[in-house]
Nanobody, 124 residues
Framework: QVQLVESGGGLVQPGGSLRLSCVAS????????IGWFRQAPGKESEGVSC????????VYADSVKGRFTISRDNAINTVYLQMNSLKPEDTAVYYC?????????????????WGQGTQVTVSP
């Protein structure tokens, strides 16, 4: 069955870094775009970043541009989200999700499979 498993969250001080991982199984990895989303308490889900499967094209939310980097290792069906210069407003549960399109996917409704999420807390 399709499975996405996130890891790498935790507690970090402002200005610190974390790297999230998303390991996928149970579907044809080569034909799916992978996105990262986050949801803070009391707020709606926010798209953070997406990477296509066709050519590794990436897109970022304005709030994380220049600080976060998404990448994928197709050999091990894993997508990473490197998060640098973290801010308290980055605190949220981070989810990875898969969409059955090879190009960039920005609409949350086009993501068909989701991981269980990993908590990121940025606090002094």
């Amino acid at each position: 069955q399709v499975q996405l498993v996130e890891s790498g969250g935790g507690l970090v001080q402002p200005g610190g870094s974390l790297r999230l991982s998303c390991v996928a199984s149970g579907f044809n990895w080569d034909y799916y775009a992978i996105g990262w989303f986050r949801q803070a308490p009391g707020k709606e889900s926010e798209g953070v970043s997406c990477i296509s499967s066709s050519n590794g094209t990436t897109v970022y939310a304005d709030s994380v541009k220049g600080r976060f980097t998404i990448s994928r290792d197709n050999a091990i069906n894993t997508v990473y989200l490197q998060m640098n210069s973290l801010k308290p407003e980055d605190t949220a549960v981070y989810y990875c999700a898969a969409s059955p399109y090879r190009s960039i996917v920005v609409r949350i409704g086009q993501y068909t499979n989701w991981g269980q999420g990993t908590q990121v807390t940025v606090s002094p």
